[in-house]
Nanobody, 129 residues
Framework: QVQLVESGGGSVQAGGSLRLSCAAS??????????VVWFRQAPVKERELVAA????????FYNDSVKGRSTISRDSGKNIMYLEMNTLKPEDTAVYYC????????????????????WGQGTQVTVSS
């Protein structure tokens, strides 16, 4: 099991920026074997995949709603994943969760929430107009 801790959420005005962080740790752990992702969930909406990253080769996926405005990245030395979001919109308001799935160098970057056994506690992002 991987322990994930998010940070960096907050309240911003539309057009602003935030950088979310997700620190990953476990007793026995090689993050190179994992896909790590950001999901978000707004009130009365389903959990939505925002961005994904395959740690081994840096491959990424972005939801169309954030493509061009967001960047998912990793710091391999610290086992931390980031989601930098720019030009934020009120519709970006949600609780953002990081999640991880061991795929052993393969895996599908667009997998749904059910594929991810390990989740952080979430961090709130609120964008006001």
């Amino acid at each position: 099991q991987v322990q994930l801790v998010e940070s960096g959420g907050g309240s911003v005005q539309a057009g602003g920026s935030l950088r979310l962080s997700c620190a990953a740790s476990a007793v026995t752990f090689s993050i190179r074997l994992y896909i790590v992702v950001w999901f978000r969930q707004a009130p009365v909406k389903e959990r939505e995949l925002v961005a994904a990253l395959r740690w081994s080769d840096g491959s990424t996926f972005y939801n169309d709603s954030v493509k061009g405005r967001s960047t998912i990245s990793r710091d391999s030395g610290k086992n931390i994943m980031y989601l930098e979001m720019n030009t934020l919109k009120p519709e970006d308001t949600a609780v953002y969760y990081c999640a991880a799935h061991r795929v052993n160098f393969g895996g599908d970057l667009t997998s749904g929430a059910g594929e991810y056994p390990d989740w952080g506690q979430g961090t709130q992002v609120t964008v006001s107009s």
